[in-house]
């Protein structure tokens, strides 16, 4: 019962958050290209391509997480997502580089909070993508 | 579930469209390039022995200055954040705040000495030098005379002051005004994705 519980919390919080951080991105798309580029790590073409598929991604995942479609699928993409989300930001943290973290808007840099928040998020995703996987286990025949 | 979800997105979409962190804009500063009429203002604070500044202005400022503010496209504002961690930031920012007192050519003479060097004077803490080597003998003394000026002094203090009261945490951080919204960007931003943005906003 307690697992189930956490399923749902964890599938709520991340869906809504996920949409919630594309559609701010959706609404000033080169600031957001800005904050890609601060971290230093792509090209600018790298950085383009990022910055305009990135907020519609978080916004399919945001929806497929919230109504729980092919959950084992959806959660390990995005724990996935979340994984790369994390090393991005803090190897850019360690290499002493200002960035913005551009996570849900924009003028908010890359800190140890951005980094613990994040943090909680792909644990959240991870729990979610193992409880999925288990529960979808179809019991080996006898 | 359905509900839920279908509440959450009818919340979401309602909700204004664009969620960047606005920024007061105004201030004082006097443009280093462009006219203060400029479509778009870019407010740069900076510290002059940091090397993400450094690399900010010459990879990405001084095309700015040289292809959107001498077109009156833009207007660029410089303003002083010498962090304490930088032995010799205050004193770097003393000589530019006096160059632009001189004129705003002088001021990037003297930015464009400083940030090249920038590894020579911040081992050696020997600044003179390297100001007096992009000036004429006339204009470094009369730099010299600016740089005993008070004022100078008061609107390096006066620079800090705006970067608290902005929040202003690390350098380069810089704020883009235009139609009247103001957005604040920390870090270092390519010349050619700054350059999407300004087209973008100058509708080109």
Redesign the interface.
Known sequence: MLLRVLEWFCRLVLGALFFFAGYTKLGSPFLFEMAVDTYQLLPPVGVIVVARSLPWLEIVLGMLLLRGWKLNYVATFTALLMGAFLLAMSITYARGIEANCGCFGFGEPISPQTLARDSLLFAFAVFLAIYAWRKNKVPAPE | ??T??SF??LF??SS??????T?PGGGNGACVGGEPGAPVRIEVFSDYQCP?CRQFYLETMRPVLDNYASAGKVCVVYRELPLTMHAHAREAAHYAHAAQRLGMRYWRLVSDALYESQSQWSANGQLEPVVAGALSEEDMSRLRKWMEDPAVEAAILSDIALARERNV?????FFITAQGKT????????Y???Q??LD?LLGQ
């Open positions: 579930m359905r839920i979800v959450l997105i979401l979409l204004a469209p664009a969620t960047a962190q920024a993400a945490t690390a350098t380069p951080t957005e604040k960007v920390s870090g270092v931003v390519q050619s994705v700054l999407r943005y973008h």
